[in-house]
């Protein structure tokens, strides 16, 4: 009997991994196809590749909804990966919030009764009607018989064996990309998959989710304001969450927050101020700020919901952020590309002078007064036409910083079109400047440092001459000058005139199988044609490479 209720079991399991081995394909194809310039009637523009891209965008999100929980976290992740897919793709990502189904009311409390048992009792006037409902859980209001207010998360059913077996294929998936010469170049898949796993099982867990709620608020005990829900350990478990009702406009809602009496632009100052808090004093943060996890209490206190998702900085990464705050601040382009270097945001095998180019060219036009009202979604959006397709890792710490600063930057611009980021951060950036908070003395020896080898070099100067001098005159001295740009134009033009041979050869091979096939003997046609599917991979990734260097030579020249 076991054994007919494993084959249906490994039948469904067998369904499951060809529909995402399915979504997974017809994806890559896209993002193949969306690179050939002659695939746009017309001619390629940027607006029409940005409608193109934003119809793939919405592909890809209508598919990872239909594939279910596990696939709507992981695209909530992508999303905050400008260095996997395109900014349009990762833009339209970001908006898979607030759009899941709720599951029936009858399982909703059929979960609560087999979790709680007989603590159910104090659970009384449980509102069918969830309040919202999410890719994990769906949320609904109820009062205990101490009269207390407090809301119930309750965990879809079934969803940990789905979610078991979707990160089981997802691995497989990330395994055959990383040993692909082309789509494996730059990126470890194999770590994306693998932190994808850790960041979604331990979502599951919910008494997870109450202890990251209670610290959370109790770093916020003293500020009245910011409000942050209390946990009822009582009635939580693995699969239920019970915290405190707290009522509020959402923080996206301008025109109900001015009906309400409240300063939107307030409201924005202290978002941004408790997000760099977080980062700066606390080093643990909210994770996953979107509108539908924010609301404004009727006094104007900020409310925080949904604690799933945090993000914790090391202490190693908050002094690697100080150094690249101060070298930002200076414009120092190669020091801030060094500390990128070390941080494991640039592969340490890369060429940095068009990395120093560019990032140069991000300082001069982000950090340059007057400052922008929007300082981080631009450098957000010269960061993903950097990264993507290029050989940078964005560290799984700095991912979501990332995505909360552009986050509040955002919400803030829509609360107030006056609102700077950069005004708000300076006290907090402050700390990170001497080394995060250690005190003042650590910039003072940083510079000694500096100075000191910068003294040691001074002093060699002379000896260093007097040997390159004796190496040039005895004709042992060899100068190379390497020319960037021709390099690069040089490489190009061998690339796109192996592209044409090879076009001709496929020309070649097409014909002589057409002229095969209408002969007495059809089948030599399979000849030619075996021979073209070799030459047409090779066309393929001519035609990738080609692309890559376009597009790198176009952000170059419009940064110029």
Known sequence: MSRWRARPLSWRRGLRALRIWRTVLALLFLLWWDSCGWTYPGGVSPERRQTRQQQRARWLTRELLQLGSAFIKLGQLLSARPDVLPAGWVAELADLQDKVPAFPFDQAQALL??????RCAEIIDLDENPLAAASLAQVHRASLRSGRQVVLKIQRPGLESLFRLDLEVMQQVASVLQRHPQWGRGRDWVAIAQECRRVLLRELDF????????????????DPRIRVPGVIWELSTRQVLCLDYLPGIKINNRPELL??????????????????????????????????????ASDGALIYYDFGMMGQLSERLRRRLGSMVRAAASRDASALVEEMQVAGVIAADVDLGPVRRLVRLMLRDALTPPFSASVIDKLSGDLYELVYGQPFRLPVELIFVMRALSTFEGVGRSLDPGFSLVGIAKPYLLPLMTSSGSGSNDLFNELGRQVGALSSRAVGIPRRLDESLERLEQGDLQLQIRMGESDRQFRRMVTAQHSVGQSVLLGGLALAAAVLGASVRPLWALLPLGAAVPVGMGWLKLQVKLRKDARMESLSSSKG
């Open 113 to 118: 009764e087999a979790e709680l048992g007989a």
């Open 207 to 222: 008494r997870l989710e109450a202890q990251h709620a209670a610290r959370f608020r109790q770093q916020f005990l003293d």
């Open 259 to 296: 009906a309400a009496g409240i300063d939107p632009g307030e409201v924005a100052e202290i978002g941004a101020a408790s997000y760099l808090q977080q980062l700066v004093r606390f080093g643990f943060f909210h994770a996953d700020p979107h509108p539908g996890n924010l609301a404004v």
